[in-house]
């Protein structure tokens, strides 16, 4: 069972991110099926190499730079993984009308206007969300947004059928069916960091993220009638945005 556990992780720690794992790991579509409840959890992984980016960078450069280098850590860890998949996001439903023609065009490995604007956007509103968010504060601001944001993104597979038929896909190895343990463990990692925060701030973030989840829902089943691995990326980035603005809002005097 442990061993079981430890194949999970890995899986889920080399799909997810740019990190190798061992060679005597059991990589296989199974495990790495079995992997999404470990995806809040590299959540973690992030969060403190950011911080940890940051925190190095801070002794010598002005805040707003070292913000900046943590982000580009970050990208650097997952290797854009969730970037790619916005950015694709916005180029299929701003040029496509139907779920074909968006499919389409989220395959290809071209960036258009609509990427490049969503990507320029967000990352402007992450770096400016994450620069005004109190020094104090910043770290376990990472460790919510990192964790809870994929947590809701993973949740996504629990009420949508995956739609991308090519073999290819990001997220073909883990869309062919779900399993409550997994999702289970994947909120217990989601919200574990939420203790740290005041009883309200961390209801007023499951508010709103229940609130963008079921706005996600809805405009996924529209414009695409499901899902796809860049549909689950943008999901991530989106919520992960907009927990920097809820924390900056509500930690900001």
């Not at 609509?114 to 460790?143: A, D, H, N, Q």
């Not at 947004?145 to 993104?153: G, I, M, P, Q, V």
């Not at 689950?232 to 945005?241: C, D, K, R, T, Y």
Request: some cysteine; overall charge neutral; hydrophobic content about 50%.
């Amino acid at each position: 069972m442990f061993k079981q556990q430890i194949n999970r992780f890995f899986n889920a720690l080399t799909f997810y991110s740019r990190i190798p794992g061992p060679s005597w790991v059991d990589y296989s579509g199974e495990q790495l099926n079995r992997a999404s409840g470990y995806f809040p959890f590299i959540g973690y992984l992030v969060a403190l190499w950011c911080y940890g980016v940051y925190a190095l960078c801070a002794q010598v450069l002005p805040h707003d730079v070292s913000i900046l280098i943590c982000m580009i850590a970050g990208i650097l860890f997952t290797g854009a993984f969730h970037e790619d998949g916005f950015a694709d996001l916005c180029d299929g439903f701003g040029g496509g009308y139907t779920q074909a023609d968006i499919l389409r065009i989220m395959k290809d490995s071209r960036l258009g206007t609509y990427g490049v604007c969503g990507l320029l956007i967000i990352l402007l509103l992450k770096w400016r969300g994450l620069s005004e968010i109190p020094v104090t504060e910043l770290f376990i601001s990472l460790l919510v947004a990192h964790s809870l944001s994929r947590a809701w993104a993973i949740s996504l597979v629990m009420v949508m059928p995956y739609v991308q038929e090519d073999a290819l896909s990001k997220a073909k190895p883990i869309a062919k069916t779900w399993h409550a343990q997994d999702m289970v463990l994947a909120w217990a990692f989601a919200v574990l960091p939420l203790y740290f925060l005041g009883s309200w701030v961390s209801t007023g973030l499951l508010i709103m993220g229940v609130t963008v989840f079921l706005i996600t829902w809805r405009w996924y089943q529209h414009r695409l009638q499901g899902y796809t691995g860049d549909a689950l990326g943008a999901s991530q980035q989106v919520h992960e945005v907009l927990i920097y603005l809820f924390l900056l809002a509500a930690l900001v005097p």
